[in-house]
């Protein structure tokens, strides 16, 4: 998780980086925004605000990592980089079925070899 910090506030600003420490990136290599102010720009933002936003100002640390998680991860999911659980595990289903089927004909046909072996066909 890559962010770019573009914040009014400097003691906002200064505890986001203490906070976040080498996630804090310049904007061209973020992945997203965290700001206190309402601006347009082409990279997802995160609000912290007083009043509305995705965190509320105050925060502890621990509140902020979480809430910039679930932010991130909504973003990959709507990217498409994180599959959705369901379809993650119907995959893996469907690989186990046919490792399941593979090893099956193996046994199958070394069975069948061994049996013609033993009666001579």
């Avoid at 998780?1 to 914040?7: G, Q, S």
Wanted: glycine share 4%; charged share 25%.
């Amino acid at each position: 998780m890559k962010i770019a910090l573009v914040c009014q506030s400097l003691l906002l600003s200064r505890a986001l980086k203490s906070f976040l420490g080498e996630s804090v990136v310049a904007y061209k290599q973020c992945d997203f925004v965290i700001s206190d102010k309402k601006i347009e720009l082409d990279k997802p933002i995160f609000y912290i605000s007083s009043h509305e936003g995705n965190l509320m100002i105050p925060f502890s640390k621990s509140s902020l990592l979480l809430e910039l998680d679930k932010f991130f991860q909504h973003l990959l999911l709507l990217q498409g980089i994180v599959e959705d659980e369901g379809v993650v595990a119907s995959k893996s289903t469907h690989l186990l079925e046919e490792k399941i089927t593979a090893l099956t004909e193996k046994f199958r046909a070394e069975l069948i070899q061994t049996i013609r072996g033993y009666y001579g066909n």
